[in-house]
């Protein structure tokens, strides 16, 4: 019952979650297009530029002001609530998901860290993170982007390192994604809103606003705009067991933020010159490299051993299979799972006779051959040995008799 209760929060939480997501970087996205493609030559002085667009059978006209109208308009609408929803929503959905059962989905099997710590730890990386990136932002290096944005990776990766050295590789990259996530919304909350109350407050005393304030805040809003796609790959990265199952799982996730990263650029400065357009070759060619690199290697078994090998290795029966996979997967993996945590077989996978384990023995080679990802947090202490005869049965056909 707790199980299942604790899917369907899951459940509303995420939808929530993803909702309120797409509405803030939605938004995020819409300004910094509009930005980029406003047309500045404009007659009228008080005006940055214009744009006219046609969406939903209606044509727009949209004007940026120089700083401010005379007046202030009535009805002004802010972007923060989608921001500050994203974070409160992620925030939630991340004790739901890792520290409500820290020991299973948090903790690397064998750390010496414990669940408790290793929550403390997370949460304490959110807050940590921001003092740093503002920190970063502040310092000397505000004047030099390239730099600025070197020094951000650079400690970024060594979360993501720090992270894989304690966590599943799930928690890692979910937790550097929250990192991140922090990070931009840190920038709402300290940078951008701040200085949007000072201009709006400014021309409602009929002051002149402080100039510098909105500039910051764009700039903040460009990293949030950059930023977004590293972290909308981690928030859908637990479908791809070949990136965070890997030996190096940050690196491999480093590779797909700079390729991220490299195609926004080229999209965001397109508009003016073509010179990042090696951009979008690099990013295909890192892909195929990643791809290629993070080809499951299968130590011990008989496509990795040479054929006078083999003959020496008794051939993996289907009884054998099927008791592997009874003691280490069916707990969870089962029409009636016996392990508390769960209510149905999680992702919907049974393993119960030997005809279901062979339905599904590519994706059981992935998780628990090719990766150490299940079971989950290895909470049945599988082998080594188990996981090698379970590879040689799968490599060598998968027979069930
Ligand atoms: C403690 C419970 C537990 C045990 C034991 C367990 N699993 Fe899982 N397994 C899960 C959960 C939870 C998920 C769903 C993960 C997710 O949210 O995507 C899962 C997902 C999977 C998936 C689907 C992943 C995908 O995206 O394709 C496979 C395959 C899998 N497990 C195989 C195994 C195998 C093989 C074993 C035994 C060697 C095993 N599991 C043991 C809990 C368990």
Same mark, same amino acid.
């Not at 892909?287 to 011990?300: E, F, I, W």
């Given at each position: 019952?707790?199980?299942?209760?604790?899917?369907?929060?899951?459940?509303?939480?995420?939808?929530?979650?993803?909702?309120?997501?797409?509405?803030?970087?939605?938004?995020?996205?819409?300004?910094?297009?509009?930005?980029?493609?406003?047309?500045?030559?404009?007659?009228?002085?008080?005006?940055?530029?214009?744009?006219?667009?046609?969406?939903?059978?209606?044509?727009?006209?949209?004007?940026?002001?120089?700083?401010?109208?005379?007046?202030?308009?009535?009805?002004?609408? *802010?972007?923060?609530?989608?921001?500050?929803?994203?974070?409160?929503?992620?925030?939630?959905?991340?004790?739901?998901?890792?520290?409500?059962?820290?020991?299973?989905?948090?903790?690397?099997?064998?750390?010496?860290?414990?669940?408790?710590?290793?929550?403390?730890?997370?949460?304490?990386?959110?807050?940590?993170?921001?003092?740093?990136?503002?920190?970063?932002?502040?310092?000397?290096?505000?004047?030099?982007?390239?730099?600025?944005?070197?020094?951000?990776?650079?400690?970024?990766?060594?979360?993501? *390192?720090?992270?894989?050295?304690?966590?599943?590789?799930?928690?890692?990259?979910?937790?550097?994604?929250?990192?991140?996530?922090?990070?931009?919304?840190?920038?709402?909350?300290?940078?951008?809103?701040?200085?949007?109350?000072?201009?709006?407050?400014?021309?409602?005393?009929?002051?002149?606003?402080?100039?510098?304030?909105?500039?910051?805040?764009?700039?903040?809003?460009?990293?949030?705009?950059?930023?977004?796609?590293?972290?909308?790959?981690?928030?859908?990265?637990?479908?791809?067991?070949?990136?965070?199952?890997?030996?190096?799982?940050?690196?491999?996730?480093?590779?797909?933020?700079?390729?991220?990263?490299?195609?926004?650029?080229?999209?965001?400065?397109?508009?003016?010159?073509?010179?990042?357009?090696?951009?979008?070759?690099?990013?295909?060619?890192?892909?195929?490299?990643?791809?290629?690199?993070?080809?499951?290697?299968?130590?011990?078994?008989?496509?990795?051993?040479?054929?006078?090998?083999?003959?020496?290795?008794?051939?993996?029966?289907?009884?054998?299979?099927?008791?592997?996979?009874?003691?280490?997967?069916?707990?969870?993996?089962?029409?009636?799972?016996?392990?508390?945590?769960?209510?149905?077989?999680?992702?919907?996978?049974?393993?119960?006779?030997?005809?279901?384990?062979?339905?599904?023995?590519?994706?059981?080679?992935?998780?628990?051959?090719?990766?150490?990802?299940?079971?989950?947090?290895?909470?049945?202490?599988?082998?080594?040995?188990?996981?090698?005869?379970?590879?040689?049965?799968?490599?060598?056909?998968?027979?069930?008799?």
């Amino acid at each position: 019952m707790e199980a299942h209760l604790l899917e369907w929060l899951n459940l509303v939480i995420r939808w929530v979650h993803v909702i309120v997501g797409i509405a803030w970087i939605g938004a995020s996205f819409y300004f910094v297009w509009l930005e980029n493609n406003l047309d500045r030559q404009v007659k009228n002085q008080d005006l940055a530029g214009e744009l006219w667009a046609i969406h939903g059978g209606g044509i727009y006209h949209l004007q940026k002001y120089k700083l401010a109208p005379a007046t202030m308009p009535k009805h002004l609408h *802010w972007f923060k609530w989608e921001a500050y929803s994203s974070w409160i929503s992620g925030v939630l959905l991340l004790s739901v998901v890792y520290y409500l059962n820290a020991a299973t989905y948090l903790i690397l099997p064998g750390s010496p860290v414990s669940p408790a710590a290793g929550v403390a730890i997370g949460l304490g990386s959110l807050i940590i993170g921001w003092y740093v990136y503002d920190f970063l932002c502040k310092s000397a290096l505000r004047h030099q982007p390239l730099l600025l944005g070197v020094a951000l990776m650079v400690s970024l990766v060594l979360v993501a *390192w720090g992270f894989s050295q304690f966590m599943t590789g799930r928690a890692a990259y979910l937790h550097v994604g929250a990192v991140i996530g922090t990070m931009m919304v840190g920038n709402v909350f300290f940078i951008i809103m701040p200085a949007q109350r000072n201009l709006v407050g400014a021309i409602e005393a009929g002051t002149a606003p402080d100039p510098a304030l909105p500039k910051n805040g764009l700039l903040r809003s460009r990293h949030n705009n950059y930023l977004t796609l590293p972290v909308i790959f981690i928030m859908v990265s637990s479908h791809f067991p070949s990136t965070y199952g890997h030996e190096w799982s940050w690196v491999i996730l480093l590779g797909l933020s700079l390729v991220s990263v490299a195609v926004r650029h080229y999209f965001n400065t397109r508009h003016n010159s073509q010179q990042f357009l090696w951009a979008l070759p690099a990013a295909v060619l890192a892909l195929l490299v990643m791809a290629y690199v993070t080809v499951p290697q299968v130590p011990g078994s008989s496509a990795a051993k040479s054929s006078e090998e083999i003959a020496v290795v008794e051939p993996v029966t289907a009884q054998q299979a099927h008791d592997i996979v009874a003691t280490h997967c069916a707990s969870c993996h089962s029409a009636t799972p016996s392990h508390a945590a769960f209510s149905t077989a999680p992702a919907g996978l049974m393993f119960d006779s030997i005809d279901e384990i062979k339905r599904y023995k590519d994706r059981i080679y992935l998780q628990s051959v090719a990766s150490r990802i299940m079971p989950l947090g290895n909470s049945t202490g599988m082998t080594q040995d188990e996981r090698d005869q379970l590879g040689r049965w799968i490599a060598d056909g998968a027979n069930t008799q």
